[in-house]
């Protein structure tokens, strides 16, 4: 599970990034709405944990932009605004829950697991990595809400690569999976199905990178220079 936390309490965020990591959970901290945005730019999250008074703005502002874009990852508001108008407002921004500090870290780790799960289930194995999404149960991918046409090898290689965006899949990962369902499957089969998916992803604001040695990742286009 990927964890974004975005707290400024340092104390706060030590203690929950060790606790979480602990757990096998993995936990990026960010202390500033900033520094939030460029982690989202960077991959996706199982959900966010997001306090309200930050250096550069409220968090529930930063939570209607986000919404505005992704409405599928689940939010929970940690903060020491403990009014019921404060929790109503946090709800109606479009958190999925509302936790006041100073809380016991037994019930925020339940509260974690259940919004996780629940948006799971709801997603019904919807992977989105930028403007790309890709839905399991439905065999198909959007890019901005147009479908890509894929054959069902092409959409099970790039499947492998939006669940692990932006870290590298191993080359030999890519040929096993193919190879479950296709015994003739050779060593070249992966360098086959991305050279095909990365002419299909052009222009998509997404690109396949090749790990030299290591595998291949799918990473943001980076923006063309101006000037």
């Not at 992966?190 to 299909?200: D, H, I, M, Q």
């Amino acid at each position: 599970m990927r964890l974004l936390l975005i707290e400024d309490d340092s104390v706060i965020a030590h203690e929950l990034s060790l606790r979480w990591r602990a757990r096998e959970w993995a936990v990026l901290h960010c202390t500033s709405l900033a520094d939030a945005d460029a982690a989202l730019q960077d991959g996706a999250y199982d959900l966010v944990v997001l306090d309200r008074g930050l250096p550069d703005g409220d968090g529930l502002d930063w939570l209607q932009r986000l919404r505005a874009r992704n409405r599928l990852t689940p939010v929970l508001v940690l903060t020491a605004r403990d009014r019921v108008a404060d929790r109503v407002e946090g709800l109606q921004a479009g958190a999925d829950d509302y936790l006041v500090k100073p809380f016991a870290a037994e019930e925020l780790d339940a509260r974690v697991e259940v919004l996780t799960r629940r948006a799971a289930a709801a997603r019904g194995e919807l992977l989105q990595f930028g403007n790309l999404s890709w839905l399991g149960r439905e065999g198909r991918v959007l890019v901005d809400g147009r479908q890509l046409e894929l054959s069902p090898r092409e959409f099970e290689v790039l499947g492998l690569l939006v669940r692990r965006a932006p870290h590298v899949v191993p080359k030999r990962v890519l040929i096993d999976a193919l190879a479950e369902r296709n015994l003739d499957v050779g060593d070249s089969a992966a360098e086959v199905y991305v050279s095909r998916l990365r002419r299909k992803l052009a222009g998509s604001g997404t690109e396949i990178q090749t790990v030299r040695g290591f595998g291949y990742r799918l990473v943001l286009d980076a923006p063309a220079a101006v000037g």
